[in-house]
């Protein structure tokens, strides 16, 4: 196969067909960027999990003047019902550690935590958080072992398992990264019937040439290299596009997402480029594919 003629096709039919090369260009850059902006969402929420899965707590915060719960008596909780609850607690099975923390560590512990929200910080004073115990299980499954055993003792406002609140708080994230998906999944159905007008637009334009081809004995692969190929570079096109707004979804929208929610872990440079290389070789193979099989449908050879 002469690669001087394959290349000169290639370079007449995206000529030809410039307006549809540009608009499959955008397409596919606009596709593959959501497409690997939901694969950088997926990574940077896949890694907090793994990192806060390990460190998840459970809170029973005690009795305070402010508290609600009519077991408190809106009164503050006493010494020897916070000795009787951690007694109880260490005794427990389902409990690796217990840790009390008054409301002058939670309060120094809220600032750190959400140094990032400044207002939010302010709109809050110490004693807004009262007392509590941290306790970490071997089992996070084990909750309600523990919780219904605490509830209603005397001194305790109220059980909080943070896990639920992560699971919210992912659940929220899970459903952006598939909304991204869902998108990227449209513009992938507009690239390939993209792909499929364009390919069939440039073998209507050079069906005397393919039609020579075939009589004088040039083989199916020769023919349909060009058309092939024009999709891929187009694809490749697109990719490279994409690339470049990925790099501004991992600093624009990754890492600030991560300062405002409070990701413990950033999501490095190295997954990125591989996500990165990833969409390209999708785009690629996409545009391809779908030009090999619109061929096979439409090019008599």
Known sequence: MRAQFVFQEIWIGLRRNLTMTISLVITVAIAMALFGTGL???AQVDKSQSFWNDKVEVSIFLCAKT??????????????????????????????????????????????????????????????????????????????????????????DAVVNEQDILKKFFGILDGLQWAALLIAFIQVVAAVLLVGNTVRLSAFNRRRETGIMRL???????????????????????????????VGSKIYLIDQLRESVGFALELGWGSVFGIIIFS??????????????????????
């Open 216 to 246: 004088v004995g040039a083989s199916n692969l020769y023919i349909q290299m060009p058309f092939i190929l024009e999709g891929a570079i187009a694809g490749l096109i697109g990719g490279m596009f994409a690339a470049v707004l990925l």
């Open 40 to 42: 950088l969402i997926k």
């Open 67 to 156: 508290s609600s719960n009519q077991n408190c008596a809106r009164k503050d909780v006493s010494d020897p019902e916070k000795t009787e609850l951690k007694k109880l607690l260490d005794g427990r099975p389902e409990v690796s550690k217990v840790v009390y923390e008054d409301r002058d560590t939670a309060y120094k512990r809220f600032q750190q935590r959400f140094a990032s929200s400044p207002a939010f910080v302010s709109s809050t004073k110490v004693g807004d958080i009262p007392d509590s115990f941290r306790i970490r299980l071997k089992d996070p499954k084990e909750f309600e072992k523990v919780a219904e055993v605490v509830r209603g003792k005397p001194g305790v």
């Open 280 to 301: 390209i070789c999708v785009g690629v193979l996409l545009c391809a594919g779908a030009s090999f099989l619109t061929l096979r449908r439409y090019l008599k050879v």
